[in-house]
């Protein structure tokens, strides 16, 4: 495996990369506007029947990138690479349970790095995987707002608990079933929980304002994430008899199944219970046309709110001072291939939009056809900022892009996706879509795939024993770039098993709040507890389990390791009241 080098903690005194963009007499603010499970369906795409009406007066104002790729097409590793910079080979988080500093405890994230370079850094609502939004890399705490996703009714909920009582008891979701996954709630636009965040962000936008110094403020929106609930208004803005529906509701001939996964995410809400897999059955029309439905409505709302992003940014005069970042985590499948939802290595799935409004640049109102990677973000943004690039990250600064959209970039883009003991692992070429399923435990090749572009663009077709001179050399090209041999998924902190019953007392003396969560033996983070300064609390435990400790604020952290002799746990010790 490629490690992530020890000494990567301290990236900001080591050599960097020189800028090249036009120097600024005064550092840019950044707004960094990151949407969930957004695929590149807007009008600013090609997309006629989209409502998206603010998002393409970004593209106008800006570029807008035609080829940006992600690292892996599932939330966590998709942000926890774009944020530091680095592949999952060298980050080794690859799925949603893997938290970045139980894999990789000195890697370095953009919002810290621009903290160390003059700038004050905020998040607010999804930046990197709910619930671990990473307080280290905040200047403030981060905070979410106080407001529902879903607003289901009471006949809902009731309805809700009446399926889930009809669950067999050894379904997976029982105990975990979910309300329905659309619903138009006759509310203000505020009242959800992305109308309040742009409520929040507006309000931390004039605070920044205020207060003058560069700032890089991050916004994260959850729709058009599932449970779809946008307000009522924005699924009037569409007819659900006119949609388009996909062209192609059938997996890929001659693909493996493991490729495709099973569009199980949808099976977690109540009305979608008996969601088909791709291989085993397709959704009536009605029911894809109600999905489609409630999937455009959510983006619509939420091309609304970036449009008050925007004009909040107008109002204060600060919008030719502010780079502004469009960006979603991954694509997503609605009904193409037969199948629902994110998590594979196909071009649905792992293409995203993506937007950059420099004031400066020459190239605002054209596109870039350029492959572009999503770590590329995280350089760009440096140059972009005046700010040295850490020389340890794998991104590629693309900010010439946005003066000469036609100028090289990348050569290829890679993406990820482990499933059923598998990685497989993809290149994506200006003509090739190629990818190879390797076995965790040994790196033995178990099923490959090739997609020619140029004759089928929505890979409809597996034809990798048709071109073994493309797929010798993407294959060389994949070998170059990412970990073909055997991948352990257990994180290097992790708890570990069978120790002695230990009951510990844990003592905040931090003044201020801290969260313990415990981390199990794969390294995936669990449950987790606040204590308030000066609290105490019984836990009963394990020795040789680990606990990640961190200060809601950002500057307290440890990993504590539970010992033979440990009965109490003082946190902080040495801090100052």
Request: proline share 9%; net charge negative; glycine share 6%.
């Amino acid at each position: 495996m490629r490690t992530l080098p020890a000494l990567f903690l301290l990236l900001c005194t080591l050599p960097l990369v020189a800028c090249s963009h036009a120097p600024t007499p005064a550092r840019p603010n950044i707004l960094f506007i990151s949407i969930d499970d957004l695929r590149p369906e807007l009008g600013c795409y090609g997309a006629g029947h989209m409502h998206t009406p603010h998002i393409d007066a970004l593209t106008q104002s800006g570029v807008a990138f035609d080829r940006c790729y992600v690292q892996v097409a599932v939330c966590n590793p998709s942000r926890a690479s774009t944020l530091t910079g680095l592949r999952p080979d060298r980050l080794h988080v690859y799925t949603l349970r893997q938290h970045f500093r139980e894999t990789a405890p000195d890697a370095v994230t953009l919002p810290q790095h621009l903290s160390a370079h003059g700038y004050t850094s905020h998040g607010l609502g999804k930046i990197f995987h709910n619930p671990w939004q990473d307080p280290r890399s905040w200047d403030a705490p981060h905070q979410w707002p106080d407001a529902s996703h879903n607003h289901y009714t009471p006949e809902q909920r009731a309805f809700t608990r009446r399926v889930e009582e009809t669950l067999p008891d050894n379904a997976w979701q029982k105990g975990n079933l979910r309300g329905p996954i659309a619903h138009d709630p006759d509310i203000p636009d505020a009242d959800h929980f992305d109308g309040a965040l742009t409520v929040l962000a507006q309000g931390r936008l004039q605070q920044l304002a205020q207060e003058g110094r560069p700032f890089f403020l991050a916004v994260g929106y959850t729709l058009p994430h599932l449970p779809w609930c946008p307000p009522r208004a924005w699924w009037d803005r569409y007819d659900r008899s006119a949609l388009p529906l996909a062209d192609n509701p059938y997996p890929p001939h001659g693909a493996p199944r493991v490729a495709l996964g099973t569009s199980y995410e949808l099976a977690h809400y109540a009305d979608n219970v008996e969601m088909p897999t791709p291989y085993a059955g397709t959704l009536p029309e009605g029911e894809a046309r109600r999905l489609r439905h409630a999937y455009y409505a959510s983006v619509s709302f939420i091309d609304a709110q970036v449009g008050l992003l925007i004009d909040e940014l107008d109002r204060l005069g600060l919008a030719d001072d502010t780079i502004v970042v469009l960006w979603s985590d991954h694509g997503w499948k609605l009904g193409e291939h037969n199948a629902w939802g994110k998590m594979t290595n196909y071009e649905l799935d792992t293409r995203i939009p993506m937007v950059i409004r420099d004031p400066r640049a020459q190239a605002n109102g054209q596109r870039s056809g350029q492959l572009v990677e999503s770590i590329d973000l995280y350089p760009t943004l440096c140059e972009l900022a005046g700010v040295p690039s850490p020389a340890e990250i794998d991104g590629r600064s693309a900010a010439v892009l946005l003066d000469d959209p036609d100028t090289p970039h990348r050569d290829a883009a890679f993406s990820q996706y482990t499933r059923q003991g598998l990685m497989g692992n993809a290149i994506r070429t200006e003509r090739w879509r190629y990818v190879e399923w390797r076995r965790l435990d040994n790196g033995s090749l178990a099923a490959q795939e090739l997609y020619d572009h140029d004759n089928d663009p929505q890979e409809n077709q597996n034809i990798v024993d048709d071109h073994p001179e493309a797929v010798a050399r993407l294959a060389q090209l994949i070998a170059n770039t990412l970990e073909t041999g055997p991948i352990d998924l257990r994180a290097p902190i992790r708890s570990d098993p069978g120790g002695e019953r230990r009951s510990v007392r844990w003592t905040n003396a931090y003044p201020g709040s801290v969260r313990v969560t415990w981390i199990n033996p794969m390294g995936h983070r669990q449950s987790a507890f606040d204590l308030a300064p000066g609290a105490a609390r019984q836990l009963n435990t394990f020795v040789g389990h680990a606990f990640a400790v961190e200060s809601l604020d950002g500057a307290y952290h440890e990993v504590v390791r539970i010992g033979t002799d440990d009965r109490e746990r003082t946190l902080a010790p040495d801090a100052k009241p």
